[in-house]
């Protein structure tokens, strides 16, 4: 059984103007959530339109279910939300989904408890009887979204899902992917909201200025396992070198801002304070907590270190001479 649903070798697309994007290597298991991430101008759009079939690849070669892009057997595989999304104002939200049940070829007398269950699905509700041009940006990003689902397809391919939406419209889109994947469906998703892809992916890859510069397991990429925060009260500026000195351990002060530093009940110089520092092994954890309690300061909490997407992402990109696009 073929369990892989996206296969991507080397696709490449190169505009007139030397853009597009470059060598693009991933392959996407069926039922997986797949996170494309990267600056503006890197190349994710293109490489979904690719996929998708509305744009001819370069070179390269990549297949939905073993089926080449382009294809319609390929096609027929695909729900696509694309970045720009544009529907026909004239016409109401029902009749744009109508539209595009038609285009897929689906039986027109069963449609219509399937359009209400759609837009019920993407919280349009009632107002599909509404016109297109009456519609929020939001409301035409949750009707792009049920043209996508239409025809119950086994992969999606969706291109900033809920850019248009308010937080409470993003929790519920967030709500939704997360339906359609535990369904079974593979999800591609390209998305700057990283808590979206944190929250949905299994697997991420980040492009910049056309190639992939990094990816890898979401729970890897966060959990980097050699950063440790400790919870240090009665800390003075001053100890933070000798203690690093001391130790051989790379150690900074963290300013988590959800943790005020400094109370009026400690003695004038001293602080509570986060501590993060990179350790190489175990054993330097149990070091670095004798040097802290030996120097009269208390530990209060010792974790290593979730990073967060955002974190990883700045990381790849920051100090790049390109970032996007060139
Ligand atoms: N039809 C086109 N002709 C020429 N250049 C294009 C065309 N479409 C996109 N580009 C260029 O290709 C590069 C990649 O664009 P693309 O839209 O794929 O980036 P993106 O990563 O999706 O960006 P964003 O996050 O801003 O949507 C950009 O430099 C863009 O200007």
Known sequence: MNTVAIDIQQLTKEYDNGRGCRNVTISVGKGEAFGFLGPNGAGKSTLVKMLVGLTAPTSGRATLFGEPIGSLAAKQHVGYLPELYRYQEWLTGEEVVRLHSRLCGMDQSTIKPRIKQLLDQVGIGKRGIDRVKHYSKGMQQRLGMACALVNDPPILFLDEPSSALDPIGRSEVRELLKNLKN???????????????????????????????????????????????????????????????????????????????????????????????????????????????????????????????????MDAVSGLSHRGEQ
């Open 183 to 313: 369904e079974g469906k593979t999800i591609f998703l390209n998305s700057h909201l990283l808590e979206e892809v944190e929250s949905l992916c299994e697997r991420i890859a980040l492009l910049n200025n056309g190639q992939i510069l990094r990816h890898g397991q979401v729970s890897q990429v966060l959990y980097t396992q050699t950063k440790w925060r400790f919870k240090v009260g009665g800390f003075t500026p001053e100890i933070l070198p000798w203690l690093s000195e001391t130790s051989g351990i790379a150690i900074k002060r963290y300013m988590n801002p959800s943790i005020s530093s400094a109370t009026s009940v400690l003695p004038v110089g001293q602080e509570t304070v986060w501590l993060e520092a990179t350790i190489d092994n175990e054993e330097q954890i149990g070091w670095l907590n004798t040097l802290i309690v030996n120097q009269g300061m208390t530990l209060y909490n010792v974790e290593p270190v979730k990073e967060r997407l955002e974190e990883w992402f």
